[in-house]
Structure formats: structure tokens, C-alpha cells
């Protein structure tokens, strides 16, 4: 059998953008994966669906497995020959229990490793423009928990405030009040900056600069929660200036991104990058077809075809599937013309490297065919390979040009209706807006709430295709200059300067 391994990643304060590139490359090959609460959704949904998947941040009664219980199923899927990943929100090490978790291992000769992350008594207070150390203010850092192992366990104030650097407290929103009154009566000035960072790096942080007096009535008043760090000293002063996570244009703003979730990834990362609070609702997936006999006829003539047409970079994948499939290679296609109807497809072209003859300057379907029957030649024939049910605006304009054409279907859109994001929790927060990228996104959409021109939902689309779409389904909308990502998200963010300056 396999030797099993149990690896402790850390998986940062919570912007799953600050995952380590090792800590994600371990976790993508895991056999099981054992996390907690303060591991956010960004980083879980990296976790491969092969894996097993442990939650031990809370049980059917919402109490955390206790730590013992943790360190033996952490023993138990090891001794199964697993590799095992143990995710901690932060650094394993920072309060994370990390070295209780390896004792049992170590005993029993279990291999591990370690793998640190960004903890969050740095980043939350990055984020929120605070540098923990400076050369003017603190020389210093000190990371302090509220909670010590046995509930009598108390700080010693007096010397924490004769220190001269930044404190940071973790665990400590309950016991606000008593930290703050215990560092004044232990010396330190009413006036000491101070603050605190809920949520710090995710979408919803939130940060409260006051003073050390009257820091505790600030975050109380605000309905400040755990997690969330407490920072204590002169650099605090510095966010002010430096405060820059609250300034990103979606910041808080959120999103739900319909494309398929294989899909969704660069559109994710644009919009989270912009402090967006992205909720991936994919309401579309595409299924290819098992190879059919007019597929195979198509592809082993395809010199006979003088242009292949792309309309998505799911047809350059089917396609390409299929012609593997065949056993034929991109050798078979030397003598074709291609084109795609924008750039992503180009680039998915380009990825099998081919580049695009031919771009229509507007990333429609009429425009493609329009630009495309100007350059053909009585004798052209052209292939088509998209989607089963794919817009009949192209073939109608290769009909009315007498253009001969062949539709090759590779593959199947499906509406996606069963989703784990309630549609209450996608509108609790308003206004929420929803990318659509093509027209069935918006009908899985629709599909999946009959209801759905009562809520508070914009719907931003990539074109007047998929708007007439939104528009039928009742959705407020607005259309992208362009058919493509980059001018959905500047649509996206024009909408929301204007929405948030009235
Ligand atoms: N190992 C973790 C800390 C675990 S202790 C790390 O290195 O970050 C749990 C405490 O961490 C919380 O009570 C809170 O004080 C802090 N914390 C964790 N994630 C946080 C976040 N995103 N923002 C603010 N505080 C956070």
C-alpha cells in the first residue's frame, strides 16, 4: 500500500488569491481534505471533486469536532495510504493548533509536511492600509491570542504596553472592552491609535480606526463580529492614507457569475481582483455529444471545407475532442481558413495553435456570417461546429447569401436548476448583479426562479442577444460596448460608480 502524508496547508486569511502557489499544488493531487470555518469558499471549491471532503468546523449540532477527534481522523486517513491535506484558515502555526495536529502524527510515524500561509494578523491589517511594521512608528510586531488554553489565563497588560511595537490580538472581539482597558490601566494613552479588521481581505472586511479609548463603543456600535484582528499602535494612524481594499471600484459589490463553472474562471478572478464578492451560479453547462456518423463523415473530409467557423471556445474544444476521437490530428486542417466570432474564442483557437483568419470587428453571430459570405467563393464550403441548439442568425445570413455551409453540433447546453445558493441569500444584499454571458445563461437563469423579474437583480450582458433575453425574463439590463469579459466588467463597474453616487 501507499504510504500515506498529511500535509498542513494554510490557506490564508480568506481572498483565495492568497492560497500559496505550493499550498495550491498540494491541495489539487489530495486524496481527503480536512477543514474549518475560517477556510472561505474561494479556496474550497479548489478542492479536486475526486477528494474527500471533511468539514470539522462544525457538526450536525454546529459544535467543531473536538481537536482530538481532528488529530485521529487526520491519523486514520493517513494510515489508509491517503495523501491527506490538513487546510487551516491563515498560518497553521499562528493560534492555528498546527502542532497539536502533528503530535499524534509524529508518534505514529506518519510523514508530514507543513506549508505555511498568510496569516491574518498581517494581511487584515494590509488591507486595510495598516503596514504592522514601520520605521518611524514600530519596531516591533506582536501577535497576541485573547484566549489562552484554560479560561482563567489572563494577559499581562502592563507589560504588553511597555512594548514598543504594533500589537495584534486574535480571538479577541469578545473580550474588546478588556483588552483595551487593561492595555490604558498597563500605560499606554487614551489617544494610542487603534483598530480592528473584520472579515480582513474577503469581500466583506470591514475596518474601524479609532483610538484605544474609544475603539471598543466604535466596534460595538457597528456590530463588529469574529473573526477579526485587533491592532494596537501608531501605524494604525497610517490608514488613513494608505487605505486602499475599500477604494477598488466593486468593493463589497456582489456578483453572481452564471457561466459554466469550468467556464467562469478568468470572469472570477477579473472581479474578485476589482474587491468583488463573486457567488459562481452557474446556470448553464455544456455536455459534448458522443461522436454521431455525420461528425465523423465531416471530419475525415475537412480539406473538402475552405473555412471552419467557431462561435464559442466550447466548439474549439468538442471540435478538437472530436477530431481526436477520429484519430485525426491538426494536420488534417492545413489547407482550412478559420474563423471565430470574438476574441476568446480566437484565443481558445490560438491555445491549439491556430490563429484566427478572420475576427468580425462586432462579436455577433450576424456580423460573423456577414463578414464572412463577402469573402467567400461560389465554390466554399464552410463547416460549422457549435452548439446543438446554437443561434440561427448565422445560418440565416449564410442562407440569404446562397453561402453553402454544413452545421456540425458537438455538443449540448443544459440549464442548470439545482443550485446550493439559496435565491434569498443571493438577494439579501442589494442591489446584486448577475453577468450573463451568452442568451441560455440567462434562460437557466430564469429557469431556475420562475420569479425572477421580482428581485433586485441587474443583469449585465455581453450583447443585444443575450439583453433581449434578460429583457423577456424582466431583468434590469445593461449591455457590454463589446462582446467580451473585459467590457462586461467595465460595464459592470460604470453601473456601480453611478448606482453608488445617487
Ligand atoms: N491561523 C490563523 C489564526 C487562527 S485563530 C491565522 O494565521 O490567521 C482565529 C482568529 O484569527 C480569529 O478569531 C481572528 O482573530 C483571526 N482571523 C482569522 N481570519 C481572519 C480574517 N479574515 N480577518 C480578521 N481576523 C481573522
Given at each position: 500500500m501507499k504510504q500515506g502524508k498529511v500535509v498542513l496547508i494554510g490557506a490564508g486569511p480568506g481572498d483565495p488569491g492568497l492560497l500559496t502557489v505550493k499550498g495550491r499544488r498540494i491541495l489539487s493531487i489530495a486524496d481527503t481534505v480536512i477543514y474549518d470555518r475560517l477556510v472561505g469558499p474561494g479556496i474550497l471549491s479548489l478542492i479536486p471533486p475526486s477528494a474527500e471532503r471533511i468539514d470539522v468546523g462544525k457538526q450536525s449540532g454546529n459544535h467543531p469536532v473536538p481537536q482530538r477527534q481532528i488529530n485521529q481522523i487526520l491519523l486514520d486517513h493517513a494510515l489508509k495510504g491517503r495523501l491527506v491535506v490538513r487546510l487551516k484558515g491563515g498560518d497553521p502555526f499562528v493560534f492555528g493548533r498546527g502542532g497539536e495536529e502533528l503530535d499524534l502524527l509524529e508518534k505514529n510515524g506518519i510523514p508530514f509536511e507543513i506549508v505555511p500561509g498568510i496569516t491574518s494578523a498581517i494581511a487584515a491589517p494590509a488591507y486595510a492600509g495598516?503596514?504592522?511594521?514601520?520605521?518611524?512608528?514600530?519596531s516591533s510586531l506582536h501577535i497576541i491570542t485573547a484566549h489562552g488554553k484554560n479560561p482563567g489565563d489572563f494577559l499581562d497588560f502592563s507589560a504588553l504596553a511597555a512594548l514598543p511595537g504594533t500589537l495584534v490580538f486574535l480571538m479577541g472581539v469578545s473580550s474588546l472592552t478588556t483588552i483595551c482597558r487593561g492595555l490604558l490601566q498597563g500605560g499606554?494613552?487614551?489617544?494610542t491609535p487603534a483598530s480592528v479588521v473584520e472579515q480582513g481581505t474577503s469581500s466583506m472586511q470591514r475596518t474601524i480606526i479609532s483610538t484605544l479609548e474609544q475603539l471598543p463603543e466604535q466596534a460595538r456600535n457597528a456590530g463588529i463580529c469574529s473573526p477579526a484582528v485587533i491592532v494596537v499602535g501608531e501605524?494604525?494612524?497610517l490608514a488613513q492614507r494608505f487605505h486602499w481594499a475599500d477604494r477598488?471600484?466593486?468593493?463589497?459589490i456582489r456578483v453572481l457569475v452564471t457561466r459554466p463553472r469550468n467556464r467562469s474562471s478568468r470572469l472570477t478572478q477579473m472581479l474578485m481582483d476589482l474587491g468583488a464578492e463573486v457567488?459562481?451560479?452557474?446556470?448553464i453547462q455544456t455536455i459534448e455529444r458522443p461522436l454521431t456518423p455525420e461528425t465523423r463523415e465531416a471530419l475525415s473530409h475537412i480539406s473538402q471545407y475552405s473555412w471552419v467557423v467557431f462561435t464559442s471556445a466550447a466548439g474549439v474544444s468538442a471540435f478538437y475532442h472530436a477530431l481526436m476521437e477520429c484519430g485525426l490530428d491538426s494536420r488534417v486542417l492545413s489547407s482550412c481558413r478559420f474563423a471565430a466570432i470574438g476574441p476568446t474564442t480566437a484565443q481558445a483557437l490560438k491555445k491549439k495553435g491556430i490563429s484566427a483568419d478572420y475576427i468580425p470587428s462586432v462579436y455577433c453571430c450576424s456580423a460573423l456570417a456577414e463578414g464572412l459570405c463577402a469573402s467567400l467563393s461560389p465554390d466554399d464550403h464552410v463547416l460549422i461546429p457549435r452548439a446543438s441548439e446554437g443561434n440561427h442568425m448565422l445560418t440565416d445570413v449564410m442562407r440569404q447569401n446562397h453561402a453553402s455551409y454544413t452545421e456540425l453540433p458537438l455538443y449540448d447546453t443544459e440549464l442548470i436548476n439545482n443550485h446550493t445558493v439559496s435565491f434569498d441569500a443571493l438577494c439579501e444584499k442589494e442591489p446584486c448583479y448577475a453577468i450573463f454571458t451568452s442568451a441560455s445563461t440567462v434562460r437557466g437563469f430564469a429557469a431556475s426562479h420562475p420569479h425572477c423579474s421580482k428581485l433586485p437583480i441587474r443583469a449585465v450582458c455581453i450583447g443585444e442577444q443575450t439583453a433581449l433575453e434578460a429583457q423577456a425574463a424582466g431583468l434590469a439590463c445593461y449591455v457590454a460596448e463589446e462582446a467580451t469579459l473585459d467590457s462586461v466588467v467595465d460595464c459592470l463597474c460604470s453601473i456601480v460608480s453611478r448606482d453608488f453616487l445617487h
Open positions: 495598516i503596514p504592522v511594521t514601520h520605521r518611524e512608528y514600530a499606554l494613552k487614551p489617544q501605524v494604525c494612524g477598488r471600484v466593486l468593493n463589497g457567488i459562481e451560479y452557474p446556470c
